[in-house]
């Protein structure tokens, strides 16, 4: 233990420079994963509702990274969506399908918000791909209707007064970004210490000081 | 025999305080209940009628319109609002014997399928009518007239009275030392703020984003939490789509439990897959707040608990800096005390927000610099040196423009060096890590990349704002000039606590303490600033130069905060500069205080009383900021 102490008082100032800067360096040069939402306005394609059964596409085009997830935030009351399947489709740009999965309208309930991953390593690179969704065998009487990416509302809906809410249809994406964000405050951090360097270590002088005082 | 009086002083008193608050709670939040007949007690339905109405535009209304035969506490409404997702407004009046319909509440019905809002009534009215302001069927009423102990309020009794306790028992030492009077204050009526206010967001300012990035940072992720977030957000959605109406949605106990069983049914799915967030400056500020969230996670709390540790994690981190920063100050121990207990400050601590760090660790960095400052003949230590300049990085983080205060350790003189080549050193490279802090917000500004335009407010573009000051100088300098004349005095009067969302919760209690705090608070921090008299003698004042140099700071400071205004939540070519709040003042006040507070003027005051008085004003102001804010607005 004494031995510790010994050790801080003689290198701890320098190991927390080094800690510090090697903590810097990791953050600035490493590149990790961000998901992100593709905002309203990134992708390109018109507002179509589907009225018990229906299709409604959407081409999404020059993406940056990778398609990564679909959030499906529906408004409405879950009562209306008791039945039926909705049918998620990512096609590429001759028609192919990329991905696909389907939900039954029972998963779809108040205003939770529904997460698909795609699983496909075929969405990278920013490629034009089209998103499908498909309602099937809802009642005529369920009115499912939603929107596709650039719709105003917001996910968790209150406020609105819609019998028949939308669905927001929210993309995610996936790039690498370096988190030098996250280095520069330990960089700032160990320069500052450094500026310490020659001070004294001597408490001594200060003892002397407060007892001359 | 020597130990009991101690157990007395500290573990019989406190619980007889305990009971007391019991009691206290019992005839203040029972008060119409205590003297009931038996028959009128308990929980039963009453009938209510309903009155449809169409105006001449066609807007239904609903009234329903009760005839209560005697006393009522708090009743609770139930509708089916399946299909809703909206909240249903309503106001509540009542008529007294012999006197008109007086309206005293505005009220809220949440989007439930079977939804319930319990309202406050306590009196014995002759008539009561909810009037809703579209068609409304089927809803039944239920009145409760139980007695009822209510566990927050007890709560803040409690810390009220053990505060008063603690700082009398503890009087000859925090006569001596500040710091524990510090310690008392904050950890009884302050802790208050971090335990009892609802775990909901739209409380503090802005806390729906800070609690947003805790919670990424809590799971290292910033995907996935926007159901649980938009869970928080619920009670608050009412509150800022209703703000002015003199309400909100969850001010009685009730309406507070249901929205908490709504909250804890909140089920956090996580990808462990997908770890993510890319990092930033301010993360710094919200550690402390993403571990208490990640232990409370990992304790397997429920929710509403878990977002209470979360706030609990700032309050400690705060109450530990500012501790330090008050034991270590060789002068303005007074003055550090008033800035870091003030009502914003404390009620802040409490909440999510960057502002604990900002000014815990300005505190700290500045009470190292000032006692290095007053003794020029002291070698500076490397280990002091090094936690005032880190004190001073960490503060700046989550706001750059604070970066300014590290230009105070250039100002130390001389003497507080072994050689000239030490001195050199020390200050080129701690005005280089001034000026990184500062590219951290100026550069981007600067070249034109900067994304810190509020998207709340329209118009706003840092870009534009640029050109526009480089297009019109005179004007732009006007409205710099204007705004900081017109509204520095206003800013430093009003950086009292209020709930920027709920501060129209109309209650008269509240506003009628509002302003009176607020004036007590400014007044003991100007009368801080200009009695706190040096404790030691070993101290020279602060000289011309430093004076200046201090002097330069504050104005550089005031002139950083409006500008990050200007350029972030102004419109662009707006003559009004917007979005300044007394709060961003609480860091450069140290340097005011320097400035301001001369030897000469020291009263001649004995210092234990000294300590005692200001601590004592403080308590009392912050606790009657407490009770009036929590009780009022969200325990009824």
Known sequence: ?213 | MKKRPDIVKWVVIPIILLLLAVLIDLVVGNAGLLFLPKEERGVFSIQAEERHETDAGGRESTTLVLNPKGYIHKATISMPRAGRSDFLQYKAYMRKPDMKLIFFGQEFMPPFSESKDTVSIRATAEEIHFVFEEDIEQASITVNNNIALNKRRIMVWFVGLLCGWLLFALRKTIGKKLEIGFLVVACTIGLSYAVVMPAATYISFDDTDHLARCFELGYNHDGSMEEVLQRIRFAGWSVTQYSGSNGHSFNTVEDNTRYYQLLNDTSLVIEDEKPTRAGAFYDIAYITQALGLWSARIMGLPLQLQIVAGRLGNFLMYTLVCYFAIKMAKRYKAIFYVIALGPIALFTAGSYSADPTVNAFCLLGFSIFISELLTPDKPLMRSRAMVMLAAFVICAMPKAIYGILLGLPLLLPAGKFESSQQKRWFKIITLTAMLLVIASFALPVLLGTSEHSDVRIEGTSVSGQIKFMLSHPITATGIFLKGILQNSLEHLLYMQLWFPYLNAAGNTLYSAVRPAMNVMFFVLLLFVIFTDKPQSDGMVEINKRQRRGVLALLLSGILLVWASMYLSYTAVGSNVIYGVQGRYYIPLIPLAAVLLNMRNMSGGMERSKYNLTVVGCNAVCMFIMLTSLSICNFWL
């Open chain 1, 1 to 213: 233990m004494k031995s510790l102490v010994e050790w801080i008082k003689k290198y701890g100032y320098i190991a927390l420079i080094i800690l510090l800067a090697i903590i810097a360096l990791a953050n600035i040069i490493t590149r990790s994963p961000v998901y992100t939402l593709l905002e309203k306005g990134e992708s390109v394609g018109s507002v179509s509702p589907i009225l018990g059964n229906g299709t409604a596409t959407q081409i999404i085009e020059g993406y940056e990274g990778q398609l990564y997830g679909i959030y499906l935030s529906p408004a409405t009351h879950g009562a209306n969506l008791q039945t039926g399947v909705l049918q998620i489709a990512v096609l590429d740009i001759h028609g192919n399908e990329l991905f696909s999965t389907a939900i039954n309208g029972s998963d779809i309930v108040d205003n939770k918000e529904l997460y698909i991953p795609i699983e496909s390593t075929e969405l990278d690179n920013g490629q034009t791909v089209t998103l499908q969704l498909s309602g099937k065998d809802f009642d005529e009487e369920d009115k499912l209707s939603f929107w596709l990416g650039d719709s105003d509302l917001a996910p968790f809906s209150i406020g609105e007064e819609k019998a028949e809410g939308p669905i927001l249809i929210k993309l995610e994406q996936r790039v690498y970004q370096s988190r030098w964000q996250r280095g520069y405050p330990f960089m700032v951090l160990a320069i500052a210490l450094l500026a310490c360097w020659p001070l004294t270590k001597k408490h001594e002088e200060n003892v002397a000081y407060e007892k001359a005082t």
